[in-house]
C-alpha cells in the first residue's frame, strides 16, 4: 500500500468522524506475531535482590523472553513497564511474581471566535479570575502536537512560566526548543509504542518531534488555551477574534498520536510525563471503546493523575446518536459530549420546480453562475452498488460532467465525496444526510460547490430528481449567520448513554460546543486534510467531541484558577450542578438527531455554563477512598483494584457498599427486572442513594425540589433542608427511590435541586430498567 494512499485514506476518516479511524498496514506491521504490552507490577513485592525497580522489571522480562526490551518504564501513575511479546512469552511473564496484569496495548482514537461569547465569557469578564491566577493554570494536551508558529501561541504579556513547571521542550524534525516560549511552555512527542507496530516514522509523511502535521492536536489545544488572536477566520467564515477558553493559561503539548493511531503504551508515558512535569489539567480527546475499569489505559492513567489533583477531561466519543456509545465513563474523569453554538454557516439550494432549500458549507472558492444546472443523484450516476455514496472512483463521467450531484453521506469523508464529484467533472455537490445523521448540518471546506443538507431536504431533493428528467439546481453561499436558534441543540454524532459499563454512573458529565468549532490549524495540510487541497490557513473549523473536550478543559482550567485549592472532582460538580437543560423559553435542549428533546443519557447534567460554575455554592466533592469503596460495591478484588488505580487498598468485609453511594453529581439508578426486588407482579425496587454537599460560599440554608417525568418511581429526601454555617462544612443527605416493574428497555428521568435562592445545584437523575 503506497503511503500517500494511506495518509488519503486516514485523512478522509479523520474528516468524516473527526477522529482518527485505525487503519493497519499490514505490510508495514512489524513481526506480526507479536504485540506491545502493558506490564503492571506490584511495586512492593521487589525482592531485595535487586538495586531498583528498573533491575527488577529487566530481570522478569528476561525469564519470559531473551530477546524483548522495554519500550516505557512507569513509575507515577502505574509500576510497570511496556514491552512487545509473543502471546506465549506474555502468558509466561504473566505467571512471574509480582506482575499485577498483562494487559494488550490499546489503539485509541481521535474524536475531532464565537464560543467564548455564546458561554458569556465575554459579557462576564469583571466575574473571571484574574489573569495572573489564570496564568499559574498549566493545561496539558495529549493529542498530534502543535503548530508553535500559530499567532495562537503568542506569549505576549504573559509573566514567566509558572514556577512549579517542570517539563521541557524536546527537539526533533522541525521543531527545536525555540519553538516554545511562555505560552507554550512544553513540548514533548511519545512514538515507542507506534514504532513496535509499525516500524519507523516515515519521515518524509510526519514528523518525528511534537509538531502538528494533522492540525487535530493544534486545533485542540488552541481551543483550550490559544492567546487571542483578531482578524481570524476560515476564508471569510466566522469572523472575529479567536480566543480559548482560558487565554491567559499556559499549554504543554504530549504528542502521542500518528498516522497509524494513538497507542496505549505511549499515552501512559505521556501522562506519566504531564503529571510530573506539572500539569493542572489534562485534556485528551480519545478513546478506545468502552472496558473494565482495570483494563483501561486512559482509565488507569487517570485515576493516578486525579489522586494527584490533576483534571482528566476526556471525549465522549463521535458514536452518535446510538445508543450505548461511550468511551471514557470511569468516573474519575470529566466525559465530555457535543453541542452546536447558535452560529451556521448556510448554503442555499435551488431547483428548477421553484423549491428551496438551506444547508450548510464553507465552500468559499468561485461560485456557481446564477443560473441553474442539471442535477443528478449519484445512485443514477454510477455503476457501483454503492454508488449513492460518492465513493472514490465511484462516479461516470459521462453521467455526472457539468452537474450537480446527490451524494449520500456515509462510507467515506464529507470532502471526500466532493472530491470524486469533480474528479467525474461534475460541478457541485449536495451532500444529502440519511436517517442515521437527521437535520444535523456539519459544515466543511469542500472543493466545490457544495450544500449538506437535513434529511427531510434531501428526501424532497431526491424525489424532485427522480420526478423530473431534466431536474435543475443551483448551490449559493450565504456566509456566516449568528443568533441561530435553537442553540444549542446536541450533535448527531455525540455519544450516548446509557454507560454499560457501571450504570449507575450517569455518562456524559456534560456537552460543550464542538460543532463547527474556529480554532488554530497545522500548516503541513490544508483545512480538508486531502492531499489534493494545498490551501494553507491559519485556522479551521471542525466539528467532533474532540472539540467540545478542550473547551471544558480550558473552563476547568479557570475555574482552578479561582479556586487553587479544589479538587478534579470539585471543579466536574461545579461545572455539572450549574449546567443548564433548557433554553430561555424553558423548552428542554433538543436533540438534532430526533428533533424532540434530548435526555441525560444525550447530555448529561446539561451544556457547560462556565460564568455560574465559578460560584456553584455547593460541591460533591470525592477523593481516592471514594473511589476506592465505588470499586469495592462493584465487587473488585484487592487485585483488581490494584491494578485499576495503582494502590493497595482491601475492602472491609463487613461493610456494605453500594454504587448508589459515590459522591457523584449526577443520579442514575437500574432497576433490575428480573429480581425478586424488581420485576414481576408489581414487585418494588427500592434503592437508596447517600450524597454529601461542601458549602463553598457563603452561609446559608438550602431547601431541595424534586420533579419527574414518571410515575413508576417514588422519591424521598432526608433531609429536604440544609444550613451551613461555614464554608467548608459538609452536610450529607439520602434519596430514596422506590420503582415499580416496568418492562425491560424502559428509561425515565427526573432531577433534584438545592437552592438557597441564589444558587441553584441542579443533579440529574436518569432510571433504566434492566
Not at 453554538?341 to 428548477?352: A, I, K, M
Request: glycine share 10%; aromatic share 8%.
Amino acid at each position: 500500500m503506497k503511503m500517500t494512499k494511506l495518509r488519503l485514506q486516514l485523512v478522509a476518516a479523520i474528516l468524516c468522524f473527526c477522529f482518527t479511524y485505525v487503519v493497519v498496514a499490514e505490510a508495514r506491521i512489524q513481526n506480526s506475531a507479536k504485540k506491545t504490552y502493558i506490564i503492571h507490577m506490584d511495586k512492593s513485592t521487589m525482592p531485595e535482590t535487586f538495586d531498583d525497580h528498573e533491575q527488577w522489571y529487566g530481570s522478569s522480562l528476561k525469564t519470559a523472553s531473551g530477546s524483548a526490551g522495554m519500550l516505557y518504564t512507569y513509575s507515577t501513575l502505574i509500576h510497570g513497564f511496556s514491552t512487545t511479546l509473543s502471546p506465549e512469552e506474555a502468558e509466561s511473564l504473566e505467571k512471574q511474581p509480582g506482575v499485577l496484569s498483562v494487559t494488550p496495548e490499546t489503539i485509541y482514537e481521535l474524536h475531532t471566535t464565537r464560543t467564548p461569547k455564546f458561554l458569556g465569557l465575554e459579557q462576564s469578564e469583571a466575574l473571571l479570575p484574574a489573569s495572573g491566577s489564570v496564568s499559574e493554570v498549566i493545561v496539558g494536551v495529549l493529542d498530534t502536537g502543535a503548530w508553535p508558529e500559530l499567532e495562537s501561541f503568542n506569549d505576549k504579556g504573559l509573566g514567566p512560566v509558572p514556577s512549579n513547571w517542570k517539563g521541557t521542550c524536546e527537539v526533533g524534525k522541525n521543531f527545536d526548543s525555540t519553538k516554545c516560549n511562555k505560552k507554550l511552555i512544553g513540548a514533548r512527542y511519545f512514538l515507542k509504542g507506534y514504532e513496535a507496530a509499525f516500524g519507523p516514522v516515515d519521515e518524509t509523511v510526519e514528523s518525528k518531534s511534537p509538531r502538528d502535521d494533522d492540525g487535530h492536536g493544534s486545533h485542540t489545544s488552541t481551543t483550550a488555551a490559544g492567546s487571542v488572536v483578531s482578524g481570524a477566520n476560515l476564508f471569510g467564515f466566522a469572523s472575529g477574534s479567536a480566543r480559548g477558553m482560558a487565554p491567559q493559561a499556559r499549554v504543554a503539548i504530549y504528542k502521542v498520536c500518528w498516522l497509524g493511531g494513538c497507542f496505549g503504551s505511549d499515552i501512559l508515558a505521556a501522562m506519566e510525563k504531564a503529571v510530573e512535569d506539572g500539569v493542572n489539567v489534562m485534556s485528551m480527546s480519545i478513546g478506545g471503546g468502552m472496558s473494565d475499569y482495570y483494563r483501561d489505559t486512559v482509565a488507569i492513567g487517570a485515576f493516578s493523575a486525579a489522586a494527584r489533583g490533576v483534571f482528566v477531561s476526556c471525549s465522549a466519543g463521535n458514536g452518535g446518536p446510538s445508543q450505548g456509545s461511550l468511551s471514557n465513563v470511569a468516573p474519575w474523569i470529566t466525559t465530555v459530549g457535543a453541542g452546536t453554538l447558535d452560529r451556521s454557516f448556510p448554503s442555499y439550494v435551488s431547483l428548477g420546480n421553484g423549491k428551496n432549500f438551506t444547508g450548510a458549507s464553507l465552500y468559499s472558492g468561485k461560485p456557481l453562475t446564477n443560473m441553474l444546472v442539471p442535477l443528478v443523484n449519484a445512485v443514477n450516476a454510477s455503476d457501483s452498488a454503492s454508488g449513492n455514496l460518492c465513493l472514490s472512483d465511484s462516479l461516470v463521467a459521462e453521467k455526472v460532467a457539468g452537474k450537480i450531484v446527490i451524494c449520500d453521506r456515509g462510507g467515506s469523508s464529507r470532502v471526500q465525496k466532493g472530491l470524486e464529484v469533480k474528479r467525474a467533472g461534475g460541478v457541485g455537490m449536495i451532500l444529502a444526510n440519511t436517517e442515521l445523521y437527521g437535520e444535523e448540518l456539519v459544515a466543511d471546506s469542500h472543493l466545490l460547490p457544495s450544500s449538506a443538507v437535513g434529511q427531510k431536504s434531501a428526501d424532497e431533493i431526491k424525489a424532485y430528481a427522480a420526478s423530473d428528467p431534466k431536474a435543475m439546481a443551483t448551490i449559493v453561499s450565504g456566509g456566516t449567520h449568528v443568533g441561530v436558534e435553537p442553540s444549542p441543540v446536541v450533535a448527531a454524532f455525540s455519544s450516548r448513554g446509557p454507560n454499560l459499563i457501571t450504570p449507575e454512573v450517569l455518562k456524559p458529565d456534560v456537552i460543550a460546543p464542538g460543532v463547527n468549532i474556529l480554532a488554530g490549524w497545522t500548516g503541513a495540510i490544508g483545512p480538508t486534510g486531502l492531499a489534493n487541497d494545498t490551501r494553507s490557513v491559519s485556522f479551521n473549523i471542525i466539528s467532533g467531541t474532540s472539540m467540545s473536550c478542550p473547551h471544558v478543559s480550558g473552563l476547568a482550567a479557570l475555574v482552578k484558577a479561582a479556586h487553587q485549592d479544589w479538587s478534579p472532582a470539585a471543579i466536574r460538580s461545579a461545572l455539572m450542578t450549574t449546567a443548564y437543560t433548557a433554553y430561555k423559553t424553558g423548552s428542554i435542549i433538543q436533540d438534532v438527531a430526533t428533533g424532540r428533546a434530548a435526555t441525560p443519557f444525550d447530555y448529561g447534567a446539561g451544556h457547560v455554563n462556565p460564568v455560574a460554575a465559578l460560584d456553584p455554592g455547593l460541591v460533591y466533592d470525592a477523593t481516592a477512598e471514594d473511589y476506592f469503596e465505588f470499586l469495592c460495591a462493584l465487587n473488585y478484588t484487592s487485585e483488581l483494584i490494584q491494578r485499576a488505580t495503582n494502590k493497595a487498598f482491601t475492602c472491609d468485609s463487613s461493610k456494605k457498599y453500594s454504587l448508589g453511594d459515590l459522591n457523584y453529581p449526577s443520579f442514575s439508578v437500574a432497576v433490575n427486572t428480573a429480581s425478586g426486588k424488581g420485576g414481576g407482579s408489581g414487585a418494588a425496587t427500592v434503592a437508596k442513594y447517600s450524597r454529601t454537599l461542601t458549602n463553598v460560599g457563603s452561609p446559608g440554608t438550602y431547601k431541595v425540589e424534586l420533579a419527574s417525568e414518571t410515575r413508576a418511581v417514588k422519591m424521598s429526601i432526608e433531609p429536604a433542608t440544609l444550613t451551613f454555617g461555614q464554608e467548608k462544612e459538609k452536610k450529607s443527605y439520602t434519596v430514596t427511590f422506590t420503582a415499580t416493574s416496568m418492562p425491560s428497555g424502559t428509561t425515565s428521568f427526573a432531577h433534584l435541586e438545592w437552592s438557597d435562592g441564589k444558587h441553584v445545584v441542579h443533579s440529574p437523575i436518569a432510571f433504566s430498567w434492566v
